[in-house]
């Protein structure tokens, strides 16, 4: 149980052009979804944290005009990299937390999406 | 905020050996210590977790360890497998706040075993 797909597993745009990247509950409903940024040989930096039918709350230096995050049903969420650079270039990762999860239940994340912007 | 500070950075042992991953975290109040194993091109996998009031927790090869009192905790694998070979991410969680816990991650640890 618990699975997070996430798709595409790698896009490669054009700069200036925006990417629309999914992340869903497969079987759970998910109250709050976290997207990642990873850099190479990095760790996780969390971007945003968006719980179902209200406002992302992004993380501080995270530009929330840049990375618009939608979170419209219980299994669905997706991010949007709108006019992207080539610095915007990474590996964003999606993790559910599920209706019913535990005060620190664990985190499920999705296989994560390559971005490449040429 | 936390800060959690992981290392070795990197890790090679040969197949059959143990391998020892150590993490400190700095917030007291942090009471759910997980740990992630990701490969490459993948997202974290979570192998095993701990909370603030167990010391150990077995799963296998794979345990973990807390010391609260000195705020560190690390991952034992023992027998190691070519398989074992992953990218290995400690991390720690407060309480539950506003109906989520913000999870802070290490740096992360390259275990490569050498068959």
């Known amino acids: 149980g618990a699975v997070v797909s996430q798709h595409p597993s790698r896009v490669i745009c054009k700069s200036g052009t925006s990417v629309k990247i999914e992340c869903r509950s497969l079987?759970?409903?998910?109250?709050?979804m976290f997207w990642y940024r990873q850099f190479p040989k990095q760790s996780l930096m969390l971007m945003a944290t968006?719980?179902?039918?209200?406002?992302?709350?992004?993380e501080q230096g995270v530009e929330k005009d840049k990375f618009l995050i939608n979170h419209a049903s219980l299994t669905l969420s997706t991010l949007t990299v709108t006019s992207a650079h080539p610095e915007d270039s990474s590996f964003y990762i999606c993790?559910?937390?599920?209706?019913?999860?535990?005060?620190?239940?664990?985190?499920?994340f999705g296989n994560g999406t390559r971005l490449t912007v040429t | 905020g936390e800060n959690v500070e992981q290392h070795p950075s990197t890790l090679s042992v040969q197949e059959g050996d143990s391998a020892v991953i150590k993490c400190t975290y700095s917030?007291?109040?942090?009471?759910?210590f997980p740990w992630y194993k990701q490969e490459l091109g993948k997202g974290p996998q979570l192998i095993i977790d701990?909370?603030?009031?167990?010391g150990e927790k077995k799963d296998q090869r794979i345990a973990v360890t807390l010391n609260k009192t000195a705020k560190h905790f690390s991952l034992h694998i023992t027998e190691t497998q070519p398989e074992d070979s992953a990218v290995y991410f400690c991390?720690?969680?407060?309480?539950?706040?506003?109906?989520?816990?913000?999870?802070?991650f290490g740096i992360g640890t390259k275990l490569q075993v050498i068959p």
């Open positions: 993790s559910a937390r599920g209706r019913k999860a535990l005060s620190n239940s664990p985190l499920h």
């Open positions: 079987d759970f409903q998910a109250t709050t």
């Open positions: 968006s719980n179902e039918g209200s406002k992302a709350t992004y």
């Open positions: 917030d007291s109040a942090s009471n759910y």
């Open positions: 701990i909370r603030s009031n167990v």
């Open positions: 991390a720690a969680s407060p309480p539950n706040s506003g109906g989520y816990q913000k999870v802070t």
